[in-house]
């Protein structure tokens, strides 16, 4: 492969779906329907938790957070993806690569200690119900809440600076259909050995430190709710919890399964279909496990 310098007028193939070109309306109707149903479903939450005076709590603050999340972050990747595959041109400039890839990894970070934030506010009112309005103040609240996003944004900053400061080599072909950190390290004609340290020390500090806390704070949740005598009051913790529960399972399962790996490993068509998961699948999903385990916004979405 030909070594070029990078420059503002260069840019990058994205492979994405390209072999399925034969399929690529009956794709893009797929795509394009889970990109509607992902919107809606994260707008309604949003408009649900704004509108009902009852849900204007901590813990409806945070989850109208991850769902402004998930609009972001789907509207960064999925729309681009849908017009390559509607017009068969796959090019994304260099700008375009590194905004993509910034934007990504801002708003995924961001997720990823949200998802902590939230688990420690269940832990908080669960097992100590009767300070919890005390401690989850809401100075405390908005710090707990924008924590996410300057997280995010210097892991972001860091990584980006990092990885578009290596060369890469012709013909910039990236095997994914968005700019993320795996693909382009993957394509660089230098040795990648500090950029990969560096996203498995920053990134991994980002991601498993809020893991870490999700896992002892459930532990310390699961034995209060075992202490609890009143069986619905039992039911209503567990159905909270198992709601989140299952949102930090399909995040952290996907992105650990992507970023966490030597680029050795790396399986084209496994990556694609695990970007699409955690691209446009768990943001469709996060809305629907909230809404339908929920009694209470089941009850403000009956009233609105």
């Known amino acids: 492969m030909i070594k070029q310098n990078d420059t503002s007028d260069s840019g990058f193939i994205l492979l994405g779906f390209s072999y399925l070109q034969n399929h690529r309306i009956v794709l893009f109707l797929v795509f394009f329907m889970l990109y509607l149903l992902t919107l809606l479903g994260n707008t309604i939450t ?90 989850m103040s809401n100075r405390v609240c908005m710090a707990l809440a924008s924590a996410p996003w300057m997280t995010g944004f210097l892991q972001s900053s860091i990584q980006t600076i990092f990885t578009f400061q290596l060369p890469f080599c012709q013909p910039r072909i990236i095997n994914s259909f968005f700019c993320e950190i795996p693909s382009l390290l993957k394509l660089s004609c230098s040795v990648t050995f500090f950029n990969e340290i560096l996203l498995f020390c920053v990134g991994g500090l980002l991601s498993l430190t809020p893991f870490l806390l999700t896992f002892v704070s459930y532990i310390l949740i699961l034995k209060a709710i075992l202490k609890i005598s009143s069986t619905e009051g039992r039911s209503k913790s567990f159905s909270t919890c198992g709601s989140h529960l299952a949102v930090v399972s399909l995040f952290y399962g996907a992105a650990m399964f992507i970023y966490f790996r030597p680029t050795y490993s790396y399986s084209l068509l496994v990556d694609r279909l695990m970007s699409v998961f955690y691209t446009l699948l768990t943001p469709l999903l996060n809305p629907i496990i909230y809404s339908l385990k929920n009694n209470e916004v089941k009850v403000a979405m009956r009233k609105i």
């Open 46 to 135: 949003i408009l649900i938790i704004c509108l009902d005076l009852h849900l204007r709590t901590p813990m409806y603050l945070f989850i109208g957070n991850l769902s402004f999340l998930d609009i972001c972050n789907t509207c960064v990747t999925i729309p681009k993806m849908l017009i390559n595959i509607l017009t068969k041109r796959q090019f994304i400039s260099y700008a375009g690569c590194v905004t993509q890839m910034f934007c990504f990894t801002f708003l995924a970070s961001s997720e990823c200690v949200l998802l902590g934030v939230m688990a420690y506010d269940r832990y908080l009112a669960i097992c100590n119900p009767l300070h919890y309005m005390e401690i």
